[in-house]
């Protein structure tokens, strides 16, 4: 069975920071891409970051220059350090692993979620 697990969301005031931690059990990490979503009070879901099985990551237009994706084949896990959060990042953020070589934007492409970890940003 394969599990994701999130850690590390929490309450922080803006321009603050948190490091989202995503623990992949039951399979190997090494080989498949990840990705983060999150989904706001009120809104979908949405593509924050990713990360391909090379270490390349790459970000929503929101995350850019703010969001940092990394991975420890090692640890099994995978790692989203957020910087100057802001009140509008508030949402539940859920890591995800992707089924094959596919679209990394598209929340059917991801074969394993994780339950989320909720992230509030005060103003």
């Known amino acids: 069975q394969v599990l994701l697990e999130e850690s590390g969301g929490g309450l922080v005031q803006a321009g603050g920071s948190l490091r989202l931690s995503c623990k992949v059990t039951?399979?190997?990490?090494?080989?498949?891409?990840m990705g983060w979503f999150r989904q706001g009070p009120g809104k979908e879901r949405e593509f924050v970051a990713g990360?391909?099985?090379?270490?390349?990551?790459y970000y929503s237009d929101f995350a850019k220059g703010r969001f940092t994706f990394s991975r420890d084949n090692a640890k099994n896990a995978g790692f989203l350090q957020m910087d100057n959060l802001q009140a509008e990042d508030t949402a539940v953020y859920s890591c995800?692993?992707?089924?094959?070589?596919?679209?990394?934007?598209?929340?059917?492409?991801?074969?394993?979620w994780g339950q989320g970890t909720q992230v509030t940003v005060s103003s």
């Open positions: 990360i391909s099985w090379g270490s390349h990551a």
């Open positions: 039951g399979r190997p990490l090494s080989g498949h891409a």
């Open positions: 995800a692993m992707l089924k094959g070589v596919v679209a990394p934007k598209v929340e059917d492409n991801y074969e394993y």
